[in-house]
Structures are given as C-alpha cells and as structure tokens.
C-alpha cells in the first residue's frame, strides 16, 4: 500500500510559527512595550525569512540554485507563502491599530497615525525637521524604465507623486502629469521615533516618516503633493558556497561584499496605494508584481523595538533576575567546587556570570596550561572574548573554533577572529560541509596536589 503520510512544507510551517510570536501581542496579559516588542520579533524574523528562505526558492526559479526542489515547487511554494504572509500581515496591522495603540492611548502615549501634528506641535516638527532631518535627505526624481536608482535592502523609502504647480489647471478632463521621486529616510543620523513635547500630561510620539510627510512641501517647493507612500525592498542575502575547499574566510569575505545587492526577494509596499501609483513604481525599478507583499502605512516595523517609554518600567515585562548557585557562591573557585562534584548549570535561569568566572579563573591560573572553546556568534565586546585574549597575554595556550558560516554575523565572527589571532590566539575556521552550533569549552589544567595529573573541565 503506498504511503500518502506528507511533510509538511519546511517554510509555510515556519510561518505557523512566525504567527504564534505575532499572537503574543495580543496577549493582553502581557505590560503593552512587551506586546510591542514581539510585535518587532515578528518583523525582524519575517525580514531574515524573505532574505534567506523565499530568496532560495526564487533562485530555483531562476535556476541559480540547484536543489531537489524543482521549478514548478518553487512556484507553488512561494504562492502558498505570499497568501499566508499577506494575511498575517492584516493581523499585524489589525492588533497594532485596535489593540496596542489602545492602549498606549490608556497609558497617555499617543503615537501620530497619519495625522497632521496639531496646532501644538506644529513649531516644534517644523524646527526638527529643518535642524535634524532636511540636512539627510537626498530625493532622486524617477520615471518609468529608469532603473538606474538602486534601493537598498532593510532601508525604508517613501515614493512620492507630484504635479508642477505651473501645470496644476488643466483643461476639461485631461489627466495631469505627474512627477515621481523616491527618498530614503535617513536611518543612522536620525531615530524612527521623534518624542515629541508634552501636553496636558500626555506624552506624544511621532514617527520620522509622518515628520518628513509633514514638510514634503518644503522638499519640493516647486510641486504640489498629490500623494506619498512607503515602500521597502528584500534581497537575497545567504552566502551560497558552491564549494567550501580552500581559502574558506576569503570565499565567504567576497560573499558578504555582494549580500547588498543581492537579487530581489520581495517588495513591500503600502496597502493605500493606488493601483497606477503601483503599477509605475513596478515598471521603474523592473519589479514583478510576484514580488510584491502588501504592507501598511508603516513599514520596517523591527523598529518598534525602540519606541520610546516615556513612562518607565511600569509599562514592561520585570526580568527575573538569574538565580544563584549557593554550592558555588560558598566554594568562591569554579574549580574548587568542581573538583568536589560535577555542576549542572542552566542558562539563562541561572547567571551567566559563573562562566565568565570559570573562564576568567582559568585565564590567571598558574596551574592551567590550555583552553580551547567554539565560537558560534559573539557580543559586542564580549566579556568571553575578552578572557580569553588575557588568558593568552597570560601565557596560556588558547585555540578558538570560529564557525564562519554564523549567517549575518560573518563579518563580526571575521573581525573577532583577527583580534584574537593578534593576541596569539590559535584560530580554526569553519569546516567544509559542516556548520558548528556547538558551544563548548575545555579547560586543561594539573594539579600538583594531586600528583600533576591532567584534569579536563568542559
């Protein structure tokens, strides 16, 4: 009897999964900055599955990957993606709209919703705008076919269609002429979110967007407005390693160099949008409409991570703070303690702190000769990272494990390496046809009170 038991698809299954991080904002059991924050998880996870995930089906399609997936799969995986993607998105805009700004409203935290700012704030976004934002902006006139324009991945842009004000009479029903240009909102030297002044006790949020579309006739003095929308774009950014042999850090190097303009795996664009609006912007920059996933008004919305909480921690999820392990906190030495018995520790209920202890024991011990430990991803200016450089000033024999292949933490894995390579660290990149997860640390050390033997600590 044939089986007719079927997987189920490895990617519209990751999306059940996505869903169920979204429907934690609707929790309200759960301080409203906690729920805007799985709201950003959500954003975030769906960027990197567009980047990774639907960017490898479309390289099937365009026969730029070879898998066992075939063309006609891809296509069928991709339709059942883009539906699902397009109603989850209406719930995200529908618990952000009806739930979360709710509220914040309760909380007095108003964030501007496509609204002009009012009467008492009007001052203060125009000066914020001349002062901090205008100096940034660098608007790029577009027309049909023109696809000299590149738009960057994860980069926020608004679209904007104008007709000259020398032109706006015109005659019976003769269509005008528009004008279109394309703006990215500057990220780096600007925050999302703009605090506004407070008034009346209630505090006001603004978001950068809304602020620019506040003064678009600033920007174009020339034109009248006839609308202006969001769009954003993602690009294929996995590292595809035909083949892993030779010099494996500089294969990967030119990789990272080319994930910028990788080749389009979707095009996210406000739901408000008129049609023809759309279909110009598609013709512009050569876009398909298999490429498009609908959006709302604010798009990029990872950044809710930073919204500001004007009123504290009140409005937050409390972190329990880690536990503490007695045994370990009497012995004061990790390695006095072990010695007596094997220790179980469990991260993140219990403090982290007593690795970083174990580590930074072994990097001054006189007794210890050797530590070897994986690398996998690594902070920004990690307190394990910096042990182990000192325990190598120190003398110590130290070999790190860098697993290259960390995806979107491969040039931060590189530069780490290099640093530690410079303190005299022993460095091994990544192995061909393997990707390390592992996290694992050997500690190598004699003891003399015990007739120098050899006492591994893992």
């Given at each position: 009897?044939?089986?007719?038991?079927?997987?189920?698809?490895?990617?519209?299954?990751?999306?059940s999964?996505?869903?169920?991080?979204?429907?934690?904002?609707?929790?309200?059991?759960?301080?409203?900055?906690?729920?805007?924050?799985?709201?950003?998880?959500?954003?975030?996870?769906?960027?990197?599955?567009?980047?990774?995930?639907?960017?490898?089906?479309?390289?099937?399609?365009?026969?730029?990957?070879?898998?066992?997936?075939?063309?006609?799969?891809?296509?069928?995986?991709?339709?059942?993606?883009?539906?699902?993607?397009?109603?989850?998105?209406?719930?995200?805009?529908?618990?952000?709209s009806?739930?979360?700004?709710?509220?914040?409203?309760?909380?007095?935290?108003?964030?501007?919703?496509?609204?002009?700012?009012?009467?008492?704030?009007?001052?203060f976004?125009?000066?914020?705008?001349?002062?901090?934002?205008?100096?940034?902006?660098?608007?790029?006139?577009?027309?049909?076919?023109?696809?000299?324009?590149?738009?960057r991945?994860?980069?926020?842009y608004?679209?904007?269609?104008?007709?000259?004000?020398?032109?706006?009479?015109?005659?019976?029903?003769?269509?005008?002429?528009?004008?279109?240009?394309?703006?990215?909102?500057?990220?780096?030297?600007?925050p999302?979110?703009?605090?506004?002044?407070?008034?009346?006790?209630?505090?006001?949020?603004?978001?950068?967007?809304?602020?620019?579309?506040?003064?678009?006739?600033?920007?174009?003095?020339?034109?009248?407005?006839?609308?202006?929308?969001?769009i954003?774009?993602?690009?294929?950014?996995?590292?595809?390693?035909?083949?892993?042999?030779?010099?494996?850090?500089?294969?990967?190097?030119?990789?990272?160099?080319?994930?910028?303009?990788?080749?389009?795996?979707?095009?996210?664009?406000?739901?408000?949008?008129?049609?023809?609006?759309?279909?110009?912007?598609?013709?512009?920059?050569?876009?398909?409409?298999?490429?498009?996933?609908?959006?709302?008004?604010?798009l990029?919305?990872?950044?809710?991570?930073?919204?500001?909480?004007?009123?504290?921690?009140?409005?937050?999820?409390?972190?329990?703070?880690?536990?503490?392990?007695?045994?370990?906190?009497?012995?004061?030495?990790?390695?006095?303690?072990?010695?007596?018995?094997?220790?179980?520790?469990?991260?993140?209920?219990?403090?982290?702190?007593?690795?970083?202890?174990?580590?930074?024991?072994?990097?001054?011990?006189?007794?210890?000769?050797?530590?070897?430990?994986?690398?996998?991803r690594?902070?920004?200016n990690?307190?394990?990272?910096?042990?182990?450089?000192?325990?190598?000033?120190?003398?110590?024999?130290?070999?790190?494990f860098?697993?290259?292949?960390?995806?979107?933490?491969?040039?931060?894995?590189?530069?780490?390496?290099?640093?530690?390579?410079?303190?005299?660290?022993?460095?091994?990149?990544?192995?061909?046809?393997?990707?390390?997860?592992?996290?694992?640390?050997?500690i190598?050390?004699?003891?003399?009170?015990?007739?120098?033997?050899?006492?591994?600590?893992?």
């Amino acid at each position: 009897m044939e089986n007719s038991y079927k997987y189920f698809k490895r990617d519209v299954s990751w999306l059940s999964f996505n869903y169920r991080v979204l429907l934690e904002a609707e929790d309200d059991t759960l301080p409203v900055y906690e729920r805007i924050k799985f709201l950003s998880i959500y954003s975030s996870n769906l960027e990197e599955f567009y980047e990774i995930r639907v960017a490898e089906h479309r390289g099937v399609i365009m026969k730029k990957n070879f898998t066992e997936e075939s063309g006609d799969e891809a296509e069928e995986v991709l339709t059942e993606i883009t539906n699902e993607v397009n109603r989850q998105q209406r719930e995200y805009y529908r618990i952000f709209s009806e739930k979360i700004l709710p509220e914040l409203n309760r909380q007095n935290i108003y964030l501007y919703q496509g609204s002009e700012p009012e009467p008492f704030h009007e001052e203060f976004v125009h000066n914020f705008f001349n002062e901090e934002v205008f100096p940034f902006l660098s608007p790029v006139m577009i027309q049909a076919g023109d696809i000299r324009t590149f738009i960057r991945d994860r980069r926020l842009y608004l679209v904007i269609r104008m007709v000259k004000k020398s032109k706006r009479k015109l005659e019976g029903d003769q269509a005008p002429e528009y004008h279109y240009a394309l703006m990215k909102i500057p990220y780096a030297k600007v925050p999302r979110f703009i605090e506004l002044p407070q008034h009346e006790g209630k505090f006001y949020i603004m978001f950068i967007d809304d602020i620019i579309r506040a003064n678009l006739a600033n920007i174009f003095p020339g034109y009248i407005i006839d609308s202006c929308y969001s769009i954003k774009i993602s690009r294929d950014a996995d590292i595809y390693l035909e083949n892993e042999k030779g010099n494996i850090v500089e294969s990967i190097r030119k990789k990272v160099k080319k994930r910028k303009i990788g080749a389009l795996s979707r095009f996210m664009y406000d739901r408000a949008m008129p049609d023809d609006f759309l279909s110009f912007i598609c013709e512009a920059f050569g876009i398909t409409r298999d490429d498009l996933v609908v959006g709302g008004r604010y798009l990029n919305l990872q950044d809710l991570a930073k919204l500001p909480n004007p009123k504290g921690k009140e409005l937050e999820q409390k972190i329990p703070t880690p536990m503490r392990v007695l045994y370990l906190d009497e012995k004061g030495s990790v390695f006095r303690a072990v010695k007596k018995k094997d220790i179980l520790l469990h991260f993140p209920y219990q403090s982290f702190d007593y690795l970083i202890r174990f580590l930074m024991e072994a990097a001054f011990d006189p007794k210890v000769d050797e530590i070897k430990i994986t690398q996998y991803r690594v902070a920004e200016n990690s307190a394990v990272i910096n042990t182990l450089v000192s325990a190598a000033q120190n003398g110590k024999k130290v070999t790190v494990f860098v697993e290259l292949k960390a995806r979107f933490d491969e040039e931060n894995n590189m530069s780490t390496a290099e640093r530690m390579e410079q303190a005299g660290i022993r460095i091994i990149y990544s192995i061909p046809g393997l990707k390390v997860h592992a996290k694992v640390a050997v500690i190598i050390r004699k003891d003399p009170d015990d007739g120098n033997k050899r006492r591994d600590f893992a």
